[in-house]
């Protein structure tokens, strides 16, 4: 079962660059291994989604289970997932005109033995018009 994603935006703010959790501590409780999520979209003080983006192509071959996903970008979101207690994970790619589906979400995976969702999604960085719904669309609050 997918997860439903249909709540309004009126009380999200975005923030980009933030959240600086650390990944691990030493025993005198200092901070290794910062983490800085691309975006993260907030309501109050929870984490609601954090979408990293990446500026690769995902893969054209839809049919692909893995899309040209890289491991260890999915390793990163399990981790944010974790730190940040955010079930909605979003890897945002560029759309490019190889991928026959529209710009969106492409793919929505649960990841094992959580209730945290992963999906990929691609967004036309060259069309600058209606950025903002196109962005809302694929975070779907």
């Not at 993260?40 to 990446?54: H, M, N, P, S, Y």
């Not at 992963?118 to 018009?129: C, F, N, P």
Request: positive net charge.
């Amino acid at each position: 079962m997918q997860p439903r994603f249909c709540r309004r935006w009126t009380d999200l703010r975005v923030v980009s660059q933030g959240g600086r959790l650390y990944c691990l501590e030493t025993e005198d409780r200092r901070g290794l291994f910062q983490t800085r999520p691309d975006i993260l979209v907030k309501r109050g003080d929870e984490v609601v989604q954090i979408i990293d983006t990446k500026w690769k192509r995902i893969a054209a071959r839809m049919e692909d289970a893995k899309q040209g996903v890289s491991q260890g970008d999915v390793y990163q979101m399990m981790a944010y997932g974790q730190l940040y207690k955010c079930d909605r994970l979003t890897l945002l790619y560029p759309h490019h005109a190889a991928v026959k589906n529209s710009e969106g979400v492409h793919a929505v995976h649960q990841v094992t033995g959580c209730s945290n969702w992963l999906q990929t999604a691609t967004i036309d960085i060259g069309r600058s018009e209606m950025f903002s719904e196109r962005l809302r669309a694929i975070t779907d609050f």
